[in-house]
């Protein structure tokens, strides 16, 4: 390997390949400018080669051993630049950068690079290749280089001696289930002796990301050996794409052939059930069936609450077992403001509370959101009074800000069969089919009663915070509105005065969710206004 003023080189002799990049011209006015402040030197310059051979070539030295660390030698005629490597020790800003992408090839690839020093003189080949461009390195690179072949150098690395640690920032790595994805994957390739690197040619790669997708649809990753749905293979497939396109630079993916195969697995896979949505009169049930002289049973309602008005995810609040995702609720996420929206530490002066989400099922990147919502006008059914409480509650065991907002007692977080469980039991009381209910239930039954109370369907998608319009799948219309349907395709005044003249809309400019979301549930069509307390 070898840099120069126009450009740099590195040498794969194993391989016949090579990496070769021509200096733009922001940094050769920065080289020229450069000569007293030294940030970009030669020095830095040759370390960005070892840097580069590891993140190109990484993936394929991984390959030949997966189970074993491979020590790679990189020679340089720059000593600066093999003790920077060696050490991965130096105090020029920028080779720091460099140092940080060698240490995550390192233990992203499993392998070891060992810089070594070769005289000036004996690199021959790789100077004339850094300097290719001007004669006579040209004539010199041209005829040693007739049999090789080029390694084009992804964007991402391109300038990673200044990007590297915004570029692989921890946030635009993959989420868990696309890391479970790359682990299923190099052991499926381990098991068939395949590698794990597929070529960027549709016609080279396609069978065997098919045949990875049929193994999943039939025996899935799992203990009981359960297919997975096809949607689930789609997803693991697009894992191994982006992975391919993170670290090579290209994306891979199915042909058109394989991709007719897909849908036919998806026309034998079983039919997807939606949860029938909570009513105000399911929480009436559940209400009367909690003794709220326990702890445990008021704190099981207020995240009941909190995730009915909320329109939460299970993961964003509940835990399975010990397991609680990152981005779980806390109390840190939690603020209280009075109607002049300042902060608000009295309970009866409170207005609003704001929840602030860190990340998400669909916020792999963890870009974050803020969600606020008023008081509904009830003492029992109420997402301020829930937040309150749970709030309350966690200070009292002395817990850190920073801990699950729904504990039940230090460690203790209430679980998603928790609310499962109370939700079935409901629905059993009620004389409907309990299969039919989860904690998915409480999502969905808010969005209906944010939709039933005449709330405009883009403020229904933007307060649950859905990405797309899959929101629409889960809303469910109840007998008013259906009862008034025919009269309304007749008359359309009939409709506009039924529906206060704003019928309800699909499409239309996002309306103020806040408090008359809160209230969407109470005051709905659903249920009469019920009047109880909840917290005592």
């Given at each position: ?60 030295w991984t390959s030949l051993d997966p189970d074993r660390t491979v020590v790679v030698k990189c020679w340089s005629d720059n000593r600066a630049a093999v003790a920077w490597s060696n050490s991965l020790a130096s105090t020029n800003e920028l080779s720091q950068e460099v140092n940080r992408a060698i240490g995550l090839a390192e233990a992203l690839f499993n392998v070891r690079v060992i810089a070594s020093h070769l005289p000036g003189s004996t690199n021959i ?343 797309s319009d899959a929101f629409e799948r889960y809303i469910r219309l109840n007998n008013h509105q259906t009862s008034t349907m025919a009269r309304a395709i007749l008359n359309p005044m009939f409709a506009a005065a039924n529906y206060n003249g704003q019928p309800p809309q699909t499409r239309g400019a996002a309306a103020n969710t806040s408090r008359r979301g809160a209230a969407a549930m109470q005051h709905s069509p659903i249920s009469p206004r019920l009047k ?5």
């Open positions: 390997m070898d840099a120069s003023d126009m450009g740099l080189a590195v040498l794969n002799p194993s391989a016949n390949e090579f990496i070769q990049i021509a200096f733009d011209s922001d940094e050769t006015k920065w080289i020229v400018a450069d000569s007293k402040s030294n940030k970009f030197s030669i020095n830095v310059r040759e370390h960005v080669c070892i840097a580069l051979a590891l993140w190109i070539w990484g993936p394929t080949a790789a100077d004339a290749a850094s300097r290719a461009w001007v004669s006579p390195f040209s004539e010199i690179w041209t005829n040693f280089s007739s049999s090789w072949q080029q390694v084009p150098v992804p964007k991402a690395l391109r300038k990673l001696y200044r990007t590297f640690s915004k570029t692989f920032n921890p946030n635009h790595w993959p989420s868990r289930p696309a890391l479970s994805t790359l682990h299923q994957w190099q052991e499926w390739c381990n098991m068939l002796g395949f590698s794990i690197w597929l070529p960027p040619q549709t016609e080279l790669h396609s069978y065997q990301l098919a045949l990875f997708g049929v193994h999943c649809w039939k025996f899935g990753w799992n203990s009981e050996n359960k297919g997975n749905a096809t949607s689930t293979v789609v997803s693991k497939v697009s894992h191994i794409a982006w992975h391919h396109r993170r670290v090579l630079g290209y994306s891979v993916g199915l042909s058109d052939g394989h991709k007719l195969a897909l849908n036919g697995m998806r026309r034998q896979d079983a039919k997807s059930t939606r949860k029938a949505p909570v009513t105000v009169a399911l929480l009436r049930i559940m209400h009367k069936s909690l003794d709220f002289s326990q702890p445990r049973h008021r704190i099981i309602w207020g995240a009941a609450v909190l995730g009915g008005f909320l329109l939460l995810r299970r993961s964003e609040y509940l835990a399975v077992g010990k397991r609680a995702y990152e981005f779980i609720l806390t109390r840190a996420d939690i603020s209280f403001t009075d109607k002049n929206g300042k902060a608000c530490s009295t309970f009866d002066k409170i207005a609003e509370v704001a929840i602030r989400f860190r990340g998400g099922k669909n916020d792999q990147y963890k870009q974050g959101t803020i969600r606020s919502i008023g008081r509904s006008g009830s003492n029992w059914l109420c997402p301020v009074h829930a937040t309150w409480f749970l709030a309350q509650h966690h200070r009292e065991l002395q817990l850190l800000a920073t801990e699950p907002l729904c504990t039940i007692t230090s460690g203790s977080i209430v679980q998603v069969r928790d609310i499962s469980q109370l939700i079935k039991a409901a629905a059993v009381a009620a004389g409907e089919p309990p299969q039919h209910f989860g904690t998915h239930s409480l999502r969905s039954g808010g969005a209906s009663a944010l939709f039933a109370a005449g709330v405009d369907s883009i403020a229904v998608k933007q307060f649950g915070r859905w990405r109880w307390c909840v917290f005592r």
